[in-house]
């Protein structure tokens, strides 16, 4: 969700927001590395190492030893088709430097340009994600590689196929398996609070796999950010004692300051924590709705993030707009088919219509949200006035929907984002409107929509506080709805407090706006997945995820009005 600031700065001023720049200038990926390696009998094989893809073989010729599988149709063989005997063999060619020793592997970064620590951590491990672990083994090497840097890969973390003991990143925790209410009850349950000389904190002790980013940072407060979380790492660090974040062992004790601490986790008589159990109450309190067979007679308004000048977030080669736009694109198909909502669109690509695609290779230029008459997305106007004009195009369509009798507890706003967090955080994250940041009224001023039709009828919200915490609670369950469905077909989900009310960043607490004027009875955010963390990246270049994530969605969406 890049570009939150101009959401949020929407509730201040709202036109004072700098532009974006017109030209997107995607990187341009480094070339592979290839290597040329002989087999045992002689033949020559061509290796191959992509950025951000990892390694394969060329498959004709490859002894049947070196392979678990057939040969892909490309050609190649991805490194983890391999057997232990071909993994050994193609590192050894592709890295003929490496010393393979007894206790450890002395890998020296000859390809820095193509190489990443999750590369090595993949390659080595067999999981990308135990990178951390690789990076406090070398504590004094930088994150970002150099040619000629030799990292430590001991035996303890090499994978089975590669003669250790595999072990898997042991990143699950026994509360993993439980819903978001009691989830959170169990996180609150393993702090204690304390005081002294430097103030009230709250205690915790590291469990086994667990890093001070994640199990503490991302879980006991609101920031996600990779700038928050390092610089609230390293304050926790010192306020704990700690002089190395990536030597932390299980059972260190660390201090959080109260300050820091996200609403369900302050101490008992706070405002925050009567907050929050108010909407966990709301919550249990409140009964399902339930729509007509297939989806009839339920209105759902879908907006894919960005677009147009606005590319939204980028890391990994991929940018946020066109990638979200796809899965927006393929669950409204999936709805149109399968069921009988009422579906629309805030945002079209011109040059695309409402198809999705297989392949994403440039950022497309063009958008426009889809009022009358429709609003370019082109940088003539401030970034802001496309953020609200999505959502009061979706209030009149719900307004429209109203006037048609349609039932309004049966309206539904989902955004879709993907966001860059810290790389060590993956899988989808969902906002809900925090009901304490929802404003009683809001009117959209300012010349720039007067043309706009929704923008004079609907450009105006009013909330009582009633309609603030149903509002929440609604949305809550809906996401919950949506947790389950992603995890039933094994969609990585963020792994602590995966559903969240509030960003919390810089100095400021705000929920965006899209999902903060919405009048929609439900409505989310959707950050489907992490840019920044490469296994996220790969997931959703490939067209074959977007699809399973759209069918997830339509999932939720029916087992939510229970159907
Ligand atoms: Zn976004």
Redesign the pocket.
Same mark, same amino acid.
Do not use: C
């Given at each position: 969700? &890049? =570009? %939150?600031s101009l959401l949020r700065s929407a509730g201040v001023k709202p036109w004072a927001i700098l532009l974006l720049p017109a030209v997107i200038v995607v990187a341009q990926e480094p070339a592979p590395v290839l290597a040329h390696a002989r087999t045992p009998e002689g033949r020559a094989i061509l290796l191959r190492l992509l950025f951000r893809k990892g390694l394969s073989v060329e498959g004709k010729a490859l002894p049947r030893a070196f392979l678990t599988r057939g040969v892909e149709e490309s050609g190649w063989v991805p490194f983890e088709n391999l057997s232990p005997q071909g993994k050994r063999w193609a590192l050894a060619a592709l890295f003929p430097e490496d010393q393979w020793r007894q206790e450890e592997v002395r890998h020296r970064v000859g390809h820095p340009e193509v190489e990443s620590v999750w590369t090595l951590a993949a390659l080595f491990t067999g999981h990308g994600q135990n990178y951390d672990r690789l990076m406090a083994e070398n504590p004094d090497l930088p994150e970002k590689l150099r040619e000629g840097d030799v990292w430590r890969i001991p035996r303890s973390l090499l994978s089975a196929d590669l003669g250790g003991p595999g072990r898997r990143p042991d990143r699950s925790q026994p509360e993993d398996d439980l819903d978001d209410e009691a989830r959170v009850a169990a996180y609150r349950g393993m702090l204690s609070f304390g005081e002294d000389e430097q103030g009230k904190f709250a205690a915790y002790r590291i469990r086994k796999g667990e890093a001070l980013y994640s199990s503490v940072v991302i879980r006991y407060t609101d920031r996600v950010d990779p700038k928050g979380v390092n610089e609230l790492a390293d304050l926790i660090a010192k306020r704990s004692g700690i002089a190395d974040v990536r030597g932390i062992q299980p059972g260190q004790l660390v201090k959080i300051p109260v300050s820091f601490l996200a609403d369900p986790f302050q101490s008992e008589g706070s405002s925050g924590l009567a907050e929050e159990r108010e909407v966990r109450a709301e919550v249990r309190r409140t009964v399902r709705v339930e729509a007509g067979p297939k989806l009839k007679g339920v209105r759902i308004i879908l907006d894919a =993030? +960005?677009g147009g000048v606005d590319p =939204? !977030?980028r890391a990994n080669g991929l940018w &946020?707009s066109d990638f %979200?736009y796809d899965i927006t694109m393929r669950v409204r198909r999936l709805l149109e088919q399968e069921t009988d909502a009422q579906v629309s669109s805030t945002i079209r690509y011109p040059g695309l219509g409402f198809k999705s695609r297989e392949a994403i290779r440039t950022p497309s230029h063009a958008a426009e949200i889809l009022t009358s008459p429709p609003f370019a997305v082109d940088g003539e106007s401030p970034s802001a006035v496309s953020v609200h004009l999505r959502w009061v195009l979706a209030n009149d369509l719900f307004a429209a929907f109203q006037k048609t009798r349609g039932d309004v507890q049966k309206t539904l706003f989902l955004s879709f +984002? !993907?966001?860059s967090l810290h790389p060590s955080a993956r899988g989808s994250m969902i906002y809900v409107p925090g009901a304490a940041l929802v404003p009683s009224t809001f009117s959209l001023g300012g010349a720039k929509t007067g043309r706009i039709v929704e923008a004079r009828r609907s450009g105006r919200v009013a909330f009582t506080g009633k309609e603030k915490l149903q509002s929440e609670a609604r949305s809550r369950q809906f996401s919950e709805a949506l947790l389950t469905a992603l995890q039933k077909d094994s969609i990585p989900v963020h792994a602590n407090r995966p559903i969240r009310n509030v960003i919390h960043r810089g100095g400021g607490k705000w929920i965006p706006a899209v999902i903060r004027y919405s009048t929609g009875a439900t409505k989310a955010l959707i &950050?489907v997945a992490n840019l920044t963390n490469e296994e996220d990246a790969a997931n959703l270049r490939d067209p074959d995820f977007r699809e399973r994530y759209a069918a997830a969605v339509v999932n939720a969406i029916r087992a939510y009005y229970r159907k």
């Amino acid at each position: 969700m &890049e =570009g %939150v600031s101009l959401l949020r700065s929407a509730g201040v001023k709202p036109w004072a927001i700098l532009l974006l720049p017109a030209v997107i200038v995607v990187a341009q990926e480094p070339a592979p590395v290839l290597a040329h390696a002989r087999t045992p009998e002689g033949r020559a094989i061509l290796l191959r190492l992509l950025f951000r893809k990892g390694l394969s073989v060329e498959g004709k010729a490859l002894p049947r030893a070196f392979l678990t599988r057939g040969v892909e149709e490309s050609g190649w063989v991805p490194f983890e088709n391999l057997s232990p005997q071909g993994k050994r063999w193609a590192l050894a060619a592709l890295f003929p430097e490496d010393q393979w020793r007894q206790e450890e592997v002395r890998h020296r970064v000859g390809h820095p340009e193509v190489e990443s620590v999750w590369t090595l951590a993949a390659l080595f491990t067999g999981h990308g994600q135990n990178y951390d672990r690789l990076m406090a083994e070398n504590p004094d090497l930088p994150e970002k590689l150099r040619e000629g840097d030799v990292w430590r890969i001991p035996r303890s973390l090499l994978s089975a196929d590669l003669g250790g003991p595999g072990r898997r990143p042991d990143r699950s925790q026994p509360e993993d398996d439980l819903d978001d209410e009691a989830r959170v009850a169990a996180y609150r349950g393993m702090l204690s609070f304390g005081e002294d000389e430097q103030g009230k904190f709250a205690a915790y002790r590291i469990r086994k796999g667990e890093a001070l980013y994640s199990s503490v940072v991302i879980r006991y407060t609101d920031r996600v950010d990779p700038k928050g979380v390092n610089e609230l790492a390293d304050l926790i660090a010192k306020r704990s004692g700690i002089a190395d974040v990536r030597g932390i062992q299980p059972g260190q004790l660390v201090k959080i300051p109260v300050s820091f601490l996200a609403d369900p986790f302050q101490s008992e008589g706070s405002s925050g924590l009567a907050e929050e159990r108010e909407v966990r109450a709301e919550v249990r309190r409140t009964v399902r709705v339930e729509a007509g067979p297939k989806l009839k007679g339920v209105r759902i308004i879908l907006d894919a =993030g +960005h677009g147009g000048v606005d590319p =939204g !977030a980028r890391a990994n080669g991929l940018w &946020e707009s066109d990638f %979200v736009y796809d899965i927006t694109m393929r669950v409204r198909r999936l709805l149109e088919q399968e069921t009988d909502a009422q579906v629309s669109s805030t945002i079209r690509y011109p040059g695309l219509g409402f198809k999705s695609r297989e392949a994403i290779r440039t950022p497309s230029h063009a958008a426009e949200i889809l009022t009358s008459p429709p609003f370019a997305v082109d940088g003539e106007s401030p970034s802001a006035v496309s953020v609200h004009l999505r959502w009061v195009l979706a209030n009149d369509l719900f307004a429209a929907f109203q006037k048609t009798r349609g039932d309004v507890q049966k309206t539904l706003f989902l955004s879709f +984002h !993907a966001d860059s967090l810290h790389p060590s955080a993956r899988g989808s994250m969902i906002y809900v409107p925090g009901a304490a940041l929802v404003p009683s009224t809001f009117s959209l001023g300012g010349a720039k929509t007067g043309r706009i039709v929704e923008a004079r009828r609907s450009g105006r919200v009013a909330f009582t506080g009633k309609e603030k915490l149903q509002s929440e609670a609604r949305s809550r369950q809906f996401s919950e709805a949506l947790l389950t469905a992603l995890q039933k077909d094994s969609i990585p989900v963020h792994a602590n407090r995966p559903i969240r009310n509030v960003i919390h960043r810089g100095g400021g607490k705000w929920i965006p706006a899209v999902i903060r004027y919405s009048t929609g009875a439900t409505k989310a955010l959707i &950050e489907v997945a992490n840019l920044t963390n490469e296994e996220d990246a790969a997931n959703l270049r490939d067209p074959d995820f977007r699809e399973r994530y759209a069918a997830a969605v339509v999932n939720a969406i029916r087992a939510y009005y229970r159907k």
